[in-house]
């Protein structure tokens, strides 16, 4: 059984997935189907996703209705994105359903495996994740992958492995995390967001710290020893700590640091003085190397060999919407990124600098108003690196607009700052623009978590 929670022993479940189109819920979806559940889910619309699990078998609603909380369900998934007075929970609850949020299933499912990695930070867990995966399954670990991207090593979000490996992002948000069972935990970094539901940075390290608790004593907690918050959280863990980064009081060390002609890294790692060699990365940026580091510490403790992971982590070339290369446009060169915080925003606007291109190109859609309004400053200095920028309107995901903040306050802090900026509210506004003012050899970037990458893929065709 996937949870001990069946009416008698050896039934399967009927489960239904309130969301079940995320891209997290579609993956377990998708794992209880292979374990043989009668699967079924609402979501607000189609896409390929739920074309995907259709074709599995499960039974897909459009729309949140309560008729779809049938009286044969017996658990009730649901994500923290998904509000109380949802009519599909709330009938559930009049039901008397066993309801389990999203993160709590995939602690119980987390339980199965002997060695479950987890991968949080504020930035890089899709990156990170992903270079795991490609190690893991290269070297023929078959581990189960559960990724917040589609990554061609493995042909989508998921991966459905038969080993004791299990590989997942661990998002701090509502502290999901702290519903994991894992036996190595990695912390890329730790900054300022979800400021909607945590008060500020000491909150968020202490939730940080809860995580690092789980571990058990022969666990690992691997931490960028770099960041200044990770020193923080390190308070009476079990586990052993394993900090990496380029400070030589760390026990991983990162250094001879240099970037070919793409902006692809090339770097040395000595462990606790021991030299593990020079690795050789097929994506770009300094935030990358540091993302490659966790991946490849992991991988070392785990016990793969060390010229296994040297050939492995130069396989992984990306993930989707994370510096993804879209295309070209009058051979200018498309790119779209995932980028939303200002650090991630910086990190990828720098690497694209490393690339011999002529304008550098950002088109980025702020992501939530909370996120926009607390961090305004801290975007007003991330885009120095680009040298034309547009600013399109808030995606405003789970929030309401409560007219507290526009993309226009952006605009002009970064016309402040002698940003080459210009606001344009429509996507269709924004390809027109571009056609007119993109030359060759420009790099155009399209960032933000909500379908901004809609102008890129226009911009191609």
Sequence with gaps: MLIEVSKKKGDFMKIHFIGI???????????????????????????????????????????????????????????????????ELVCAKEKNKLIINRAAFLGHIMREYENSIAVAGTHGKTSTTSMLSTIFEFANLDPTILVGGNLSTIGGNIKIGNSKYFIT????????????????????????????????????????????????????????GDDENTKDILHDIKASIIKYG???????????????????GRFDITLDNNK??????????????????????????????????????????????????????????????????????KATLSAAKRMKKSNLWCIFQPHTYTRTKSLLNEFSEAFYSADKVIITDIYAAREIDKNEVHSKDLVEKLYQNNVDVVYISSFDEIVDYLKENVKENDLVITAGAGPIYRVADELIK
């Design 169 to 224: 992002e661990a998002c701090e948000y509502v502290d999901s995390f702290l519903n994991f069972n894992p036996k190595i935990s990695i912390v890329l970094n730790i900054e300022k967001d979800h400021l909607d539901y945590f008060s500020g940075i000491d909150e968020i390290k202490a939730s940080f710290n809860k995580f690092g608790k789980l571990l058990p004593n022969d666990g690992y907690f691997i931490i960028n």
């Design 276 to 345: 593990l060699g020079r690795f050789e990365l097929s994506v770009p940026g300094i935030h990358n190397i540091f993302n490659a580091t966790a991946a490849i510490i992991t991988a070392y403790v785990s016990g793969i060999e060390l010229d296994m992971i040297k050939e492995n982590i130069k396989k992984y070339t990306g993930v989707g919407r994370r510096f993804e290369v879209k295309g070209k446009y009058n051979n200018a060169l498309v790119v779209d990124d995932y980028a939303h915080h200002p650090t991630e925003l």
């Design 246 to 264: 380029t400070n030589k009081d760390n026990n991983a060390v990162i250094s001879n640091i240099d970037f070919d002609d793409d902006g692809f």
């Design 21 to 87: 189109g995320g891209i997290s819920m579609s993956a377990l979806a998708k794992i209880c189907l292979n374990k043989g559940h009668d699967v079924s889910g609402s979501d607000s619309n189609e896409s390929y996703l739920i074309d995907n699990l259709k074709s599995q078998g499960a039974n897909i609603f459009i729309g949140h209705k309560k008729e779809n909380i049938t009286d044969d369900i017996d658990m009730v998934v649901h994500t923290a994105a998904i509000s109380e007075d949802n009519e």
